[in-house]
């Protein structure tokens, strides 16, 4: 379990520049990871009135920097044990969710006005848009990677003040 958390945080969370666009997709937030310069990207699935799409709200892609950009699909893997998301809500102007890989926090696809979506969680102990996750990766292996730490990075929600929290995997 504690090498799946690893994994978790590792894939979960990580960045450090603001969400590029490589479409026309919103981009709500993205995990980058010390290990190369690419890049998984969350952003938001709406329907032509400006609703969620209830079936899949949030879509996530790979950013490749290497030979690029250029965006490629989640393997299945990557998205059953990492980066992919299970939803406990989901409504056309809100969805709850919580990573595959680290079960511990509950996060919120929230419409903030008639057209724009933005993540809301916990970062420091406040309510934050979340916008930036950044991994540190300091050796393991390919399947389980040694996670030094995960530092959420975002804005508070109250008065768009910068916040961020790392957290050290146990």
């Known amino acids: 379990m504690k090498a799946f958390t690893t994994t978790f945080l590792a894939l979960f969370l990580s960045s450090y520049s603001h969400p590029k666009k490589i479409d026309n997709s919103p981009v709500l937030f993205k995990v980058t990871r010390s290990k190369d310069k690419n890049q998984i990207t969350y952003s938001v699935n709406q329907d032509v009135a400006g609703n969620l799409q209830i079936a899949n709200p949030i879509d ?5 920097y290497e030979n690029g950009p250029k965006r490629e699909p989640l393997t299945w893997i990557q998205e059953k044990y990492a980066y992919g998301l299970t939803f406990s809500k989901k409504e056309k102007d809100i969805a ?3 990573f595959v890989s680290y079960s511990k ?6 419409k903030i006005n008639t057209s724009e979506f933005k993540i809301l969680c916990q970062i420091n102990g406040t309510i934050a848009e979340l916008n930036k996750v950044y991994v ?3 050796g393991g292996t390919f399947w389980v990677p040694k996670v030094e730490y995960v530092e959420l990075n975002g804005l ?7 916040v961020s929290e790392k957290i050290i995997p146990d």
């Open 60 to 64: 996530i892609y790979w950013i490749k």
């Open 96 to 98: 709850k969710f919580k």
């Open 105 to 110: 926090r509950e996060l919120t696809l929230k």
């Open 136 to 138: 540190k990766i300091n």
């Open 156 to 162: 508070r929600f109250s008065d768009k003040a910068p």
